[in-house]
């Protein structure tokens, strides 16, 4: 694969990155980027990886990737299903006593169905004695104790929690930590050397990890990061260069298997609930993605499901405006390549398209399909805020994606279907 470092320049794709996300040259903020198709790869950098210091962010760099971890983990916990040494669907109530009176699954765990508490983790300063899983559970840090507080199977409830249950069943049954299993697993056999669940950081890969927010200012000067005793939660350590690459594979074993069984894969990438599966949304029916909120951290990936596309973006600024603004960024890059991917449509049926549609999709509210300056725009209801338009890209036959959203239009003979799961027909 060839990979190119895009210079620090205004624009990349279009998008004026520094200026999106504030990026205050030599000593503020900084941003680690990168995008794939499988056979080359673009990185962009910019800023500083370390707050108030001249630490200019390299394709090297280690961020913290939050929840980007809970995918992570699933596949390396695949990969012993896949060798016969765990069932995701196995009760395993009896590896985990203490913390589950009812019989326990792993598919139930990582699909945020199970009806645990503890959303996420604040994360401890870098110098903070060790914590076990245990000692996490057992609400003995920041975090109250594990509790299920709600029936199993019968809802969707995101749970930190239970991810880090899930670690602790793992742990238990195969013998190693995570950072053993997912070392041997996933980063020999990719080739990865720069992503790990390094909780604590190890000494050798503190000289080029990036500081979370202001930490290095407010904590501790030496290793402005948090330490995160809930690993498959919240303790990947990564960079949007390898995290691609993870990305690629996970959609070439679902395609086609490759270090995950076919089956496996499709298991892990199709919905439970809520869009949500084996610890991944699964949006528009054929794009994977995660995100990932870490104190002073913030991480978007995702990956198509219909060829070989992959995007990451890592940030070390967390606030609430910062994560949907570089969360725009990394799909208007992943659209951007798509589109370019698909190559030249004809366009001679684009006319055809037009016209008002039923509305029988709550996810979008589709009104009418239409053509201005030869592109096509779709105008749908939105509950907030009312009448909407957004452009329609081309991304395969009589297949378009809406610009800035998941939602994927197929036209047929008088009707159009939206993500695989609704038809609608042209009034």
Partial sequence: MEIKLVPDTTLWYGINVKERLRIREKKGYGVSMAVSDGEDQEIYCAGSGRYGQDFPVTPDMLFQAGSVSKPVFALTLLRFADKGLIDIDADISGVIPEYTKIPMTFSALLSHTAGFNLHGFPGYRADHAPFRLEDVLDGKGKTPKLRRIRPCGKQYMYSGGGITLAELAFTRITGLTLREAFQKEVAEPLGL???????????????????????????????????????????????????????????????????????????????????????????????????????????????????????????????????????????????????????????????????????????????????????????????????????????????????????????????????????????
């Fill in 193 to 427: 050397t720069r992503t790990g669940f390094f909780q604590p950081l190890d000494e050798d890969l503190a000289d080029n990890a990036a500081f979370g927010g202001r930490l290095g200012l407010k904590e501790d000067a030496a290793r402005g990061w948090h330490y995160y005793p809930e690993h498959a939660a919240a303790g990947l350590w990564s960079t949007p260069t390898e995290l691609v690459k993870i990305g690629l594979v996970l959609s070439k074993s679902y395609r086609e298997g490759g270090l995950l069984k076919q089956e496996t894969a499709r298991r892990m990438l199709t919905p439970v609930m809520d869009n949500y599966g084996l610890c991944v949304h699964r949006f528009r029916g054929d794009i994977g993605y995660h995100d990932g909120w870490n104190e002073g951290f913030l991480t978007t990936w995702m990956f198509s499901l219909r060829e070989n596309l992959s995007v990451a973006v890592m940030f070390n600024r967390s606030t609430e405006e910062m994560d949907w603004k570089q969360s725009y960024i990394a799909i208007e890059l992943f659209q951007t390549v798509e589109e370019a991917m698909a190559g030249e449509e004809d366009r001679a049926d684009w006319a055809s398209y037009c016209g008002r549609y039923e509305q029988l999709y709550e996810d979008f509210r589709l009104d009418e399909v239409f053509m201005k300056d030869g592109k096509l725009y779709a105008k749908y209801i939105d509950e907030e805020d009312g009448v909407k338009t957004s452009q329609l890209y081309p991304i395969g036959e009589k297949t378009f994606g809406r610009k800035g959203g998941f939602t994927r239009l197929t036209f047929g003979e008088n009707c159009l279907t939206i993500n695989d799961q609704a038809t609608c027909r042209k009034l």
